[in-house]
């Protein structure tokens, strides 16, 4: 009877969603779309072929919303069409989505066909998939073409060589088409099909489509051209590389356009990877230094953000020769966010220079970026310290380290003050207990009254860090003390941040510590006049119940913490009511349990 009611119900929810497909509202129809699948699944193979599918053809004039919630679950129709042999049918529908004038539509078109040709049967390709990318390849309509761009490599090992020579012969004229955007999209694509033929054949066939792409007319074609580079660097073999590959890197590095290269600075060390080292420490260094000095920003930063994994792909001296001169302008740059990249990666130096370059190349340059006016840039330095940490120690960066630091929390942006925080417990690892309480503790503690609350509940996280970091004795000596005077201070603010620091700490204190210190300063604060700290009072009893509960001695808890609970109990404010009764009900059940 329960079985025959459920599914009933469930008809019902299939016939309702059936009903919507069909709604003048195009976002109930899209909304209807994202459950397809479980209608082609209620309506069973056979029906979603005759039915389900035609009328997903019939809807591809429909609003855009609606078009791409079926191209991006089109997908879930598939194992409800009745098996391999009748994937094909999804092809139409989707041909019809490749072709429409909303590119997100047709991105999600194409990925639906990729499990779909990738389940079909080797037969089917001949008889389906080959002649549905012909004719997107065909179509006059550009939208099309840019579709059968990105499908030619789908399937392609499968097909016969003569068929593999035609889908060749059709993308090479798809480079060479006459609307830029379809230039561009195949382009785009160009490696994902090179990767899948041989040497010879990317030689014969597609090596001048390559070359006619490189030097075209429009910039959103030639930006393409860095990712041909490095597919076909990793397919054609050494000789083919350096006479034909080369030279087209050489000229982007060179474009009239900055975003072209742009694209070369942000993929050059992925090139250095696939071009050998030989090309690598002598053209492509000589391309790099040139971009690290390129008058557009965006292109010298994109270069600086390459620094170190450029440096690990040539020889030592060429790094100290040529590379870290050209970095040392870097360092002084007009614009803050090439300078803030560089800042990023350069300690990563420290381990290719071993020790003694490093002090003698690379420290006056740190020295000079923790002296920098950006705080991003100060940041960028510290928040990766544990590279030349682990060369020369921090113990040479100190003496700037320190000022550096000090400026970072005190910045008027509250982000920068919450970043370097987040690095403190990292730095005092680095410099050690008692730099740390000299220097910088007092800072730790200041953020503890910031005027951002993300500022202080993080500083108060960062306690519980530095104690687990420096053990339970230096938290009693260095912050249970400061807890204590804030406990009391007149500001609430600062008494409610003294319960959130006592609830990390408690974490990490030992048992005997939380009964004799924690514990009667929280009671202390029981009877506050503000409701917001009564009310922080009581979680922090819950949370500490919850999390160490079984551990405190009954007689702890029922003549300790249960009395100060039963007060908050009667308190006035009902929220303060609401969290005392689940520390009250913790209180209990541990109690209980302990009996």
């Given at each position: 009877m329960e079985k025959n009611k459920s599914d009933s119900a469930d008809l019902y929810q299939i016939s309702l969603l059936i009903d919507q497909l069909r709604h003048d509202d195009p976002q109930i129809r899209a909304n209807a779309t994202k459950n397809i699948g479980s209608i082609a699944k209620a309506l069973g193979p056979e029906r979603t072929r005759s039915e389900l599918i035609p009328f997903i053809n019939e809807s591809t004039d429909d609003d855009d919303d609606v078009l791409l919630a079926i191209a991006e679950n089109i997908g879930d129709i598939q194992s409800h069409v009745g098996g391999a042999e009748f994937y094909y049918t999804l092809l139409e529908p989707i041909e019809l989505l490749a072709i429409v004038e909303d590119g997100s539509v047709r991105d999600a078109a194409v990925k639906a066909v990729i499990p779909i040709v990738d389940g079909m049967p080797d037969d089917h390709l001949l008889t389906h998939f080959v002649p549905f990318v012909s004719k997107l390849a065909l179509k006059d309509w550009f939208t099309s073409r840019i579709s059968a761009t990105a499908l030619f490599h789908i399937a392609y090992s499968r097909l016969p060589s003569h068929v593999q020579k035609e889908f060749r012969a059709l993308f090479s004229r798809l480079c060479a088409d006459d609307t830029p955007m379809v230039r561009r999209m195949a382009a785009k694509h160009f490696g994902d099909l090179a990767s899948r033929m041989s040497a010879p054949e990317i030689q014969d066939e597609l090596l001048a489509p390559f070359k006619k792409l490189a030097v075209d007319e429009q910039d959103s074609v030639r930006i393409q051209s860095v990712g041909i580079c490095i597919a076909l660097a990793e397919a054609?073999?050494?000789?083919?590389?350096?006479?034909?590959?080369?030279?087209?890197?050489?000229?982007?590095?060179?474009?009239?356009?900055?975003?072209?290269?742009?694209?070369?600075?942000?993929?050059?060390?992925?090139?250095?990877?696939?071009?050998?080292?030989?090309?690598?420490?002598?053209?492509?260094?000589?391309?790099?230094?040139?971009?690290?000095?390129?008058?557009?920003?965006?292109?010298?930063?994109?270069?600086?953000?390459?620094?170190?994994?450029?440096?690990?792909?040539?020889?030592?001296?060429?790094?100290?020769?040529?590379?870290?001169?050209?970095?040392?302008?870097?360092?002084?740059?007009?614009?803050?966010?090439?300078?803030?990249?560089?800042?990023?990666?350069?300690?990563?130096?420290a381990s290719l220079l071993g020790r003694d370059d490093t002090v003698e190349n690379l420290l006056p340059m740190l020295l000079q970026l923790l002296r920098d006016d950006s705080s991003d840039v100060r940041l960028n330095i510290i928040a990766n310290l544990d590279a030349i940490n682990a060369v020369i120690g921090v113990e040479l960066l100190s003496q700037s380290l320190l000022p550096a630091i000090v400026d970072l929390a005190e910045d008027s942006k509250w982000r920068v003050r919450f970043a370097i925080i987040e690095h403190i417990p990292r730095i005092a690892n680095q410099l050690g207990c008692s730099f740390f309480n000299d220097k910088l503790n007092n800072l730790c503690m200041t953020w503890l009254g910031d005027d951002v609350y993300s500022i202080r509940r993080a500083a108060a996280n960062n306690l519980c860090k530095l104690s687990a970091q420096f053990g339970e004795e230096w938290a009693k000596e260095q912050i249970i003390p400061r807890?204590?005077?804030?406990?009391?201070?007149?500001?609430?603010?600062?008494?409610?941040?003294?319960?959130?620091?006592?609830?990390?700490?408690?974490?990490?204190?030992?048992?005997?510590?939380?009964?004799?210190?924690?514990?009667?300063?929280?009671?202390?604060?029981?009877?506050?006049?503000?409701?917001?700290?009564?009310?922080?009072?009581?979680r922090t009893l819950n949370d500490i119940v919850s999390s160490k509960g079984e551990k405190f001695r009954s007689s702890f808890l029922t003549s300790c913490i249960q009395p100060a609970l039963m007060t908050l109990l009667d308190d006035s404010d009902r929220d303060v009511r609401f969290y005392a009764r689940q520390a009250s009900d913790g209180v209990t059940a541990v109690v209980g349990g302990a009996q």
């Open positions: 054609l073999p050494a000789e083919l590389r350096m006479s034909e590959v080369l030279p087209v890197v050489l000229s982007i590095a060179s474009d009239r356009s900055w975003r072209v290269r742009w694209s070369l600075a942000v993929k050059i060390a992925e090139l250095g990877n696939v071009m050998g080292q030989q090309v690598t420490n002598n053209s492509l260094c000589e391309c790099y230094e040139n971009l690290l000095r390129d008058q557009e920003a965006e292109v010298r930063s994109a270069a600086a953000g390459n620094i170190s994994k450029m440096c690990s792909l040539v020889r030592k001296d060429i790094t100290i020769s040529r590379i870290l001169p050209v970095v040392n302008h870097i360092i002084t740059d007009s614009s803050d966010h090439t300078r803030a990249s560089c800042a990023l990666v350069i300690n990563d130096l807890i204590e005077r804030m406990h009391t201070h007149t500001n609430y603010l600062q008494r409610m941040t003294a319960l959130y620091g006592i609830q990390v700490l408690a974490t990490s204190l030992s048992q005997t510590t939380v009964e004799e210190v924690i514990v009667p300063l929280i009671l202390h604060m029981a009877s506050d006049a503000v409701p917001n700290v009564r009310l922080t009072v009581a």
